[in-house]
């Protein structure tokens, strides 16, 4: 968040489970609230998504900043599963201190640490407003010698509409969380490292093109490059792959580009350098 009198930038981003592919983004002025727009950012994933072809099931997993009863109301008229984080309100609170000790279930979440998962029924509004959701919560606190200091459990809670089993449903909806390494991607060397300015417009231009560029350097080895290792980001392939301490000299006619000696990179250059060479010739 922006502090008063300093520029911000708040994107809203959606990306893709199982890849990190950046499929949907909207740039949105430094005043903006967490949750400003995200009825119609939901609207415009998921018309782009079927857009694509998709006509399977689909759910959205989103934190807290997306939780508003519009967005629950609007993802049930499109026929989207959801997962959302809740913010611990006073009547969220009443409903997790309410659920029996021998509800709880141990999980292997934490090392150091103790985690346990429930869930409830969650239930709000009155009259046509009256609804009651399903209320998943993981508590986590520390054992040991730590837990002197913190001894209370802390809760994360969500609601959800999918048929997950308590452990499952905590299991999926954690796994939101790799959205946070697209975000540091398009930080660290995609464009919005360069934000904010005073324009908005550029602001949202290089949102566009980082979205773009952003396949190149996934967390997994995509079908582009498919030699890359696995942990290569936007900053790691522009370090190795881009920077490069390296000359461009002519030898008889010929234009050959000098690499360091000793290069611990230099298979992983070339063999990329060779898969795009054997790309097809654009067609017309």
Known sequence: MATPRQLGYHPLIATLAGTGEVIHARMRKGSAGSSRGVVRFAEELIARV???????????????????????????????SWSITVRQTKWICAAIAAIPETAWVDIDYTIGGKAQVAECNYSTGTGRRARTVRLVVRRTRLTGRQAQLFPDWRHHAFITNTEHDTVTADAFHRNHAVVELAIRDLKEGAGLEHCPSRHFFANGARLAAAGRSQPVALDHPPRRHPTRPAHMNHATIRTRLIALAATLVNRSGRTTLRLPLHWPWAEQFTTMLNTLRALPAPSG
């Open 50 to 80: 079927r857009r694509a072809g998709v006509t399977g099931a689909l759910t959205v997993r989103a934190d807290s900043g997306f939780w508003s009863w519009k967005l629950v109301d609007t993802l049930n008229r499109l026929g989207v």
